[in-house]
């Protein structure tokens, strides 16, 4: 199970960090990214990160202001978000795969899990 939590509503320009949790399990997810979803649009890949934390993977619009870790001794990742704007709101979902490869997969079908989701909304 994935629970995310840290979603809110924050004036542009502010940051907000996400966590993610994956409860129930005893070994960290080899892969787990971050997607989301604005109203009207269909689910869009932010980023991921492998177990070793060896690749790490963004969407272009948020490279240079989001980041993306992951503490696998806590079985949680985060998205730290910075210089946030109002095309960040959305729905932030994590997700999680259960197979063991290196490089980050951007679909959303290459994830096995998924949490139920955090608001983000960013005001101008």
């Known amino acids: 199970q994935l629970v995310e939590s840290g979603g809110g509503l924050v004036q542009a320009g502010a940051s907000l960090r996400l966590s993610c949790v994956a409860s129930?399990?005893?070994?960290?997810?080899?892969?787990t990214g971050w997607f989301r979803q604005a109203p009207g649009k269909e689910r869009e890949f932010v980023g991921g990160?492998?177990?070793?934390?060896?690749?790490?993977n963004y969407r272009d619009s948020v490279k240079g202001r989001f980041t993306i870790s992951r503490d696998n001794a806590k079985n949680t990742m985060y998205l730290q978000m910075n210089s946030l704007n109002a095309e960040d709101t959305a729905v932030y979902y994590c997700a999680a795969s259960k197979v063991w490869i290196r490089m980050v997969p951007t679909a959303a079908r290459s994830y096995d899990f998924w949490g139920t989701g955090t608001q983000v909304t960013v005001s101008s």
């Open positions: 129930g399990r005893t070994v960290p997810p080899p892969v």
């Open positions: 990160i492998n177990w070793r934390s060896d690749n790490i």
